[in-house]
T-cell receptor
């Protein structure tokens, strides 16, 4: 029973590099979302998806892209990393009218 | 817009002490309210929820009551344990329970010493 799996756990990037944070869930949840967690700011919604093929922007979408080609996967892409994107990233999923299930997070540092 | 204000941390208590972590909110309409807990190295887990005024959410000895008149949802526990050491987040959703557009507070780090 894996739940929500995020990879990698840690990543260091140089400014301008690109990378993809992976998120997979095995609970057949329709909804998936990405949050970033910053000190003193709680969690902020980046992008979310209500089903395969459908994505929408959250509170802080700039600098991030997402796609949802399958129900299970919801990758987050940073096309040109910036130091302001240094954060801990959480993926979460849920089925209708149920609480969010969070992954264990990816700690990203951009130098 | 929506906002959640919770007690600044860190909070350090002795085992078996009484815990209160304050949370107040600003929202349009009638939001659902939540407390999430984050243990070291893990993602957030739902601790308890309340979906309407005067509801009391409870779980693992923790309680919180939805107070519409004071726009508050304070978290309480009568006797804390070392295993309760974690970061606690208050959150709201004004689109009903289950909506992923949650607004989170900044989190309160709780440390319990034996």
């Amino acid at each position: 029973n894996a739940g929500v799996t995020q990879t990698p756990k840690f990543q260091v990037l140089k400014t301008g590099q690109s990378m993809t944070l992976q998120c997979a869930q095995d609970m057949n949840h329709e909804y998936m979302s990405w949050y970033r967690q910053d000190p003193g700011m709680g969690l902020r919604l980046i992008h979310y998806s209500v089903g395969a093929g459908i994505t929408d922007q959250g509170e802080v979408p700039n600098g991030y892209n997402v796609s949802r080609s399958t129900t299970e996967d919801f990758p987050l892409r940073l096309l040109s990393a910036a130091p302001s994107q240094t954060s801990v990233y959480f993926c979460a999923s849920r089925s209708y009218n149920s609480p969010l299930h969070f992954g264990n997070g990816t700690r990203l540092t951009v130098t | 817009g929506n906002s959640v204000t919770q007690m600044e941390g860190p909070v350090t208590l002795s085992e078996e002490a009484f815990l209160t972590i304050n949370c107040t909110y600003t929202a349009t309409g009638y939001p659902s309210l939540f407390w999430y807990v984050q243990y070291p190295g893990e993602g957030l887990q739902l601790l308890l929820k309340a979906t309407k005024a005067d509801d009391k959410g409870s779980n693992k000895g923790f309680e919180a009551t939805y107070r519409k008149e004071t726009t508050s949802f304070h978290l309480e526990k009568g006797s804390v344990q070392v295993s309760d050491s974690a970061v606690y987040f208050c959150a709201l959703s004004d689109l009903g329970f289950g909506n992923e557009k949650l607004t989170f507070g900044t989190g309160t780090r709780l440390t319990i010493i034996p």
